[in-house]
């Protein structure tokens, strides 16, 4: 007990102070986005490390959203990332009650084949795919931008082994009760894995977010871009246009709603990747 405790003693403050450094670029970029460009212009350090920003001002982030077609791209960006989001959640979660509750012959092959789908990097499927879109008719469309990203092997894994964890008697007394499949599925099931669930949610949703190259050779229309490729569009004459802290506002931006996602999350990352919350 004594020596747990002398440990976390010695432990916290060295992850306080590990956790302030992984701040300090994220500080630093939101107090650069908040001062006049012009004081940014003749130096980025004008107070202690550049965290405080004096002057004070928002004229950057409203500059930000008056410049061709940011809203139109973080719009896009919301539409692609809840829908995937969405989407993910209910395949993952009926593949997982699949392969956990359900005896179907060759079962383990297939459920062996989805984890397969790990090794294989999405580059090597960006031809067959684009060509099959093409053919479709799809780019430049938000199907073409969520369809591809919607078999997600580690989804299914995450919600096979929560299914797994959770007690056979439960299963057996609702099906007592005449509960058939759907019931049992719809009604226990996915409550109790509501961790997991959000859990998933969460990481599908920063993936999606912060997806760049699919969007890149998809969408080709300037009014199709994420937010990702339409402020990286912009990026190479930006910082000499528009001056240093609309490219930070630009990074806050595209940065804001992963971080408040989290924030308001976190509990249930931490009990999912746990996967106690279910049992």
């Not at 969007?215 to 004459?237: C, D, R, Y």
Request: net charge positive; proline share 5%.
């Amino acid at each position: 007990m004594v020596g747990s405790r002398g440990r976390d003693r010695v432990l916290m403050p060295l992850l306080t102070v590990l956790a302030v450094l992984w701040l300090v670029p994220v500080l630093w970029m939101l107090s650069m986005s908040l001062q006049p460009n012009e004081l940014l212009a003749r130096t980025t350090s004008n107070t202690f490390l550049g965290l405080i920003p004096i002057p004070f001002t928002f004229h950057n982030f409203i500059r930000l959203f008056t410049l061709g077609l940011t809203p139109r791209w973080f719009l896009n960006s919301m539409i692609v990332s809840i829908g995937m989001t969405v989407l993910v959640l209910a395949l993952s979660s009926m593949a997982g009650f699949a392969f956990a509750r359900i005896r179907f012959r060759g079962r383990n092959l297939v459920f062996a084949l989805v984890l397969a789908g790990l090794v294989i990097p999405e580059q090597a499927v960006f031809i067959p795919l684009y060509t099959m879109f093409a053919d479709w008719h799809w780019h430049n469309t938000y199907q073409a931008l969520i369809a591809p990203r919607l078999a997600v092997p580690i989804g299914v894994f995450l919600m096979t082994q929560f299914f797994r964890g959770i007690p056979s008697y439960i299963e057996e007394a609702a099906q007592l009760d005449g509960a058939n499949r759907w019931t049992l599925f719809t009604r226990i099931m996915l409550p109790l894995s509501v961790p997991a669930l959000t859990t998933l949610a969460i990481l599908t949703f920063l993936y999606a977010w912060n997806d760049y190259l699919w969007p890149l050779v998809s969408a080709n229309h300037k009014e199709m871009f994420t937010i990702t490729v339409g402020l990286a569009s912009i990026q190479s004459n930006f910082a000499q246009s528009e001056g240093l802290g609309r490219v930070m506002a630009s990074g806050v931006m595209a940065s804001l709603p992963m971080i408040l996602l989290f924030l308001v999350f976190q509990r249930y990352v931490v009990r999912g990747i746990a996967m106690g919350g279910g049992k």
